[in-house]
């Protein structure tokens, strides 16, 4: 069954520091979303993509914040100079492109950043 | 605004006891709610969507317009049910994100 893969599954970086974090999608599918997690809080919003372009985005997808889709099968999200509040566990998840659809996301494994 | 709550963080049932997992939210237009399940380790998973109706792993949700509720039953609960158990609803903008709840940990005693 094919799954949505991120990498690195951890990352460890220095406040400042650019990173770019790794998802391949399900290969079929159209919707694409970062989700974010701070140990202990909930699975928080922060972007969502279709047809190239930022379709929504959430308070916390600042300017430091950019997605891209660079070659029709990764979809990354690169935060520019990272900040210690960075560190979360970050999903990225895909969705089918059928109108009206099921809705359902399916995710992957998360990739934890850790800012030092 | 769109808005799910958990009030429980920690569930704790003994093997073959009944469970209820809380999930309420608001939303002013017509909801569509999912349950998630991260079992340790492992990536969340869709449970279940009260669009389908359907019982899996012996799991059910009702949606409940009047209390705005959507909460998770299962008449007799397993060790292996053991996890953490999210509530969400898919937000009706362009992109069609989820907006979580808190999520509650379920844990099953022998």
């Known amino acids: 069954e094919p799954e949505v893969t991120q990498t690195p599954s951890h990352q460890v970086t220095q406040m400042g520091q650019e990173v770019i974090l790794r998802c391949v999608p399900i290969?079929?599918?159209?919707?694409f979303y970062w989700y974010r997690q701070i140990l202990g809080q909930k699975v928080e919003f922060l972007v969502s993509?279709?047809?190239?372009?930022?379709?929504?985005k959430s308070e916390i997808f600042d300017d430091q914040f950019s997605v891209e889709r660079p070659d029709g099968s990764n979809f990354t999200l690169k935060i520019r100079s990272t900040k210690l509040e960075d560190s979360a566990m970050y999903f990225c998840?895909?969705?089918?492109?059928?109108?009206?659809?099921?809705?359902?996301?399916?995710f992957g494994p998360g990739t934890r950043l850790t800012v030092l | 605004a769109q808005r799910v709550t958990q009030p429980e963080k920690l569930l704790s049932v003994f093997k073959g006891a009944p469970v209820e997992l809380k999930c309420n939210y608001s939303?002013?237009?017509?909801?569509?709610l999912f349950w998630y399940v991260q079992y340790s380790r492992q990536r969340l998973q869709l449970l279940l969507r009260?669009?389908s109706r359907e019982s899996i792993k012996g799991f059910t949700a009702d949606l409940n317009k009047g209390e705005t509720s959507f909460h998770l039953k299962k008449p007799f609960a397993q060790e292996e049910d053991s996890a953490m158990y999210y509530c969400?609803?898919?937000?009706?903008?362009?992109?069609?994100?989820?907006?979580f709840g808190p999520g509650t940990r379920l844990s099953v005693l022998p």
């Open positions: 998840a895909s969705r089918g492109g059928l109108a009206g659809g099921t809705g359902e996301q399916f």
């Open positions: 290969s079929n599918h159209l919707y």
């Open positions: 993509f279709y047809n190239n372009e930022i379709s929504e």
């Open positions: 939303y002013s237009g017509s909801p569509e």
């Open positions: 009260h669009i």
């Open positions: 969400a609803l898919r937000a009706y903008n362009y992109g069609q994100n989820f907006v």
